[in-house]
């Protein structure tokens, strides 16, 4: 089973409009760690948020905000007030238990174009 | 500025010939990892360590190899072994948050390109 879901291959938003990129993950660890990254053309992977699984609040940086639904094991994010900047590939990533060495489990991302 | 420098950016090999992949990092870190991106694919890990002299198999290591004599250095050797090597590879380390949970931190990337 994948651990890490995208189901949104490609997206777009308006400028300045709200979007949401869906991710679900699969696991029985009940300590994980759920990432985002933004990836621009340039290749590089930037960090954007982190969400620990015992984290009561939903965690916020800036303009991202990830909907962390623990039921639904769903971790969503959200970036308001698009900027055309904002266009890139996004992965959802997912890391079990507290051990340093436990690997990240990566989505296949989605692609996001912000339109003028 | 601290970092990691992932060298080449672009490579280019024919078939039959092993090329190695350097990455460096000046964050003192001690674990480190290589990914491996294909077109519409998430990461895939190769190898990755947690201290000097010592790494561990990730998913696809299979035609790779990689050693870690220094805390700065993991060096990923493609070799001729690696049926499709052409792909865009991403060497990262991981960096604790405020919060104590570890976030990978990632180089620039190389692509390599099997000619």
């Known amino acids: 089973a994948q651990k890490i879901t995208q189901t949104q291959p490609g997206m777009f938003v308006q400028e300045k409009e709200a979007v949401t990129l869906d991710c679900t993950y699969d696991?029985?660890?009940?300590?994980?760690?759920l990432f985002w990254y933004k990836q621009p053309s340039s290749g590089e992977m930037i960090f954007l948020i982190y969400?620990?699984?015992?984290?009561?609040q939903n965690a916020t940086e800036g303009r991202y905000s990830l909907n962390f639904q623990k039921a639904r094991k769903s971790a969503n994010l959200v970036i308001s007030a698009s900027q055309l900047g904002d266009s890139a590939m996004y992965f959802c990533a997912m890391r079990e238990g507290r051990n340093t060495g436990n690997q990240f489990y990566f989505g296949t991302g989605t692609s996001l174009t912000v339109i003028p | 500025d601290g970092g990691i420098t992932q060298s080449p950016k672009y490579l280019f090999r024919k078939e039959g010939q092993n090329v190695t992949l350097s990455c460096e990092q000046n964050l003192n870190h001690d674990a480190m990892y290589w990914y491996r991106q294909d077109p519409g694919q998430g990461l895939r890990l190769i190898y990755y360590s947690q201290i000097v002299n010592d790494f561990q198999k990730g998913d696809i290591a299979e035609g790779y190899s990689v050693s870690r004599e220094k805390k700065e250095s993991f060096p990923l050797t493609v070799t001729s072994a690696q049926k499709n090597p052409t792909a865009f590879y991403l060497c990262?380390?991981?960096?604790?948050?405020?919060?104590?949970?570890?976030?990978?931190?990632f180089g620039a990337g190389s692509r390599l390109t099997v000619l």
């Open positions: 969400q620990g699984s015992y984290d009561q």
């Open positions: 696991t029985s660890d009940p300590s994980y760690g």
């Open positions: 990262a380390s991981s960096i604790p948050l405020s919060s104590g949970a570890n976030v990978l931190t």
